[in-house]
């Protein structure tokens, strides 16, 4: 059997991601779509705006065959890690032969070329980047800068081609057989917060939530019933007791939380602003602070990522067709074990023990977010 997985998040699942799963159906001719999605939290160090078990739902009425999870520690990471992390599952599936993704520029031979070179950075770039930062930039914004004359710039500078940059590197990293597939993204994008028709983009229609905006006609028709009329939450309010709750020390062992940030977050929990308002700056973005926010309440710190990247860890199942027994037969010869029922995590130990762990304690608090009554829908 051959497979095509697509590393996702479907927040919400729209019109966009359907053509998506189509065209790596076609393209790939695939024998089965395996989903690889984020869980209850995203990567822009946000709460979801519906259920990872909704989520994939809606990808396998939309054509997927089944959806694993990423892992939270990896889910809720900046984009290396989040890359990283989908290739380190997705290289323990032996019948993986491609790996599909939305990018601006859809072109395999320049994406290939430009990781190659990031993989191999020259001592000049790295200096180059070393001494932007030290100025005040953004990692982003310095890596960007700093390869200017060498590569083409705009693989640095489009959301989605940075993650096709970041998949096509960890492929590199690991030596593996998996070939990439990038599809060109249609519609609006990654951040454009205006709604575009039929193929708005998932930020945009987040925004039209909160406008009451008509966002209905960027959505598949089994997804609009599913979708909430508001995106309140008490996300921010749980960060601010997590940060004003532990010490200094223990926030800066969260990946990302580095040159004094430790300091500035214990300040901002007491203002009245969220976190990203007050410490978003050319040098922090506002993903990264909130990201640094959301681990922290999560209890993910940099060590259990690391050790989850050099570590076997699991399957975990969160849903699968009926009639595509097959796939998960194919997942059985993964060298990662397979989670599909109750207790199959027993057997979990080290990292991987630690990182499912990671997963359920962030499903507890993803029902406390939403005010669930019962916590165990989600589990």
């Known amino acids: 059997?051959?497979?095509?997985?697509?590393?996702?998040?479907?927040?919400?699942?729209?019109n966009g991601h359907l053509f998506q799963l189509q065209e790596a159906k076609r393209l790939s001719g695939a024998d089965a779509l395996l989903c690889l999605m984020s869980g209850n939290f995203v990567q822009r160090g946000e709460?979801?705006?519906?259920?990872?078990?909704?989520?994939?739902?809606?990808?396998?009425?939309?054509?997927?065959?089944?959806?694993?999870?990423?892992?939270?520690?990896?889910?809720?990471?900046?984009?290396?890690?989040?890359?990283?992390?989908?290739?380190?599952?997705?290289?323990?599936?032996?019948?993986?032969t491609h790996l599909a993704f939305g990018c601006e520029t859809a072109n395999k031979t320049a994406i290939k070329l430009v990781a190659k070179s990031l993989n191999s950075e020259p001592k000049e770039v790295s200096e180059r980047i070393k001494q932007a930062v030290a100025q005040g930039k953004s990692y982003a914004k310095a890596r960007s800068d700093a390869w200017a004359g060498f590569i083409d710039l705009e693989l640095l500078c489009s959301p989605?081609?940075?993650?096709?940059?970041?998949?096509?590197?960890?492929?590199?990293?690991?030596?593996?057989?998996?070939?990439?597939l990038p599809i060109k993204r249609i519609g609006g994008g990654y951040n454009d917060k205006n709604l575009q028709g039929e193929y708005s983009s998932a930020t945009a229609i987040r925004e039209g939530i909160k406008s009451g905006a008509d966002f209905e006609k960027s959505l598949p028709d089994f997804v609009k019933k599913d979708v909430p009329k508001s995106l309140e939450n008490r996300l921010e309010v749980l960060e601010k007791y997590a940060i004003l709750s532990?010490?200094?020390?223990?926030?800066?062992?969260?990946?990302?939380?580095?040159?004094?940030?430790?300091?500035?977050?214990?300040?901002?929990?007491?203002?009245?602003?969220?976190?990203?308002?007050?410490?978003?700056?050319?040098?922090?973005?506002?993903?990264?602070?909130?990201?640094?926010a959301l681990q922290n309440l999560l209890k993910i710190e940099e060590n259990l990522i690391r050790e989850s990247l050099q570590s076997p860890l699991y399957l975990r199942v969160l849903g699968v067709k009926k009639e595509r027994s097959e796939v998960l037969a194919a997942l059985s010869q993964s060298s990662f074990p397979l989670l599909v029922r109750a207790h199959d995590e027993d057997g979990l130990t080290g990292a991987a023990k630690k990182c499912y762990e990671a997963d359920i304690f962030a499903e507890k608090i993803y029902a406390i977010v939403y005010e669930k009554n019962n916590a165990n829908k989600f589990i």
């Open 47 to 96: 709460a979801a705006i519906l259920e990872k078990k909704l989520r994939a739902k809606h990808a396998l009425q939309a054509g997927a065959d089944i959806v694993l999870e990423l892992p939270t520690p990896f889910a809720t990471s900046n984009a290396e890690i989040f890359a990283k992390g989908a290739v380190h599952i997705l290289s323990s599936i032996p019948a993986v």
């Open 160 to 180: 989605n081609n940075i993650l096709a940059l970041e998949y096509t590197r960890a492929l590199y990293e690991k030596d593996s057989s998996i070939d990439i």
């Open 246 to 292: 532990k010490s200094t020390e223990e926030i800066k062992k969260v990946c990302d939380c580095t040159e004094g940030l430790e300091n500035a977050f214990k300040k901002a929990a007491t203002l009245s602003k969220s976190f990203a308002e007050s410490l978003t700056s050319a040098r922090y973005t506002s993903s990264r602070i909130r990201r640094i």
């Open 1 to 14: 059997m051959k497979i095509c997985a697509i590393i996702c998040e479907y927040n919400p699942f729209h």
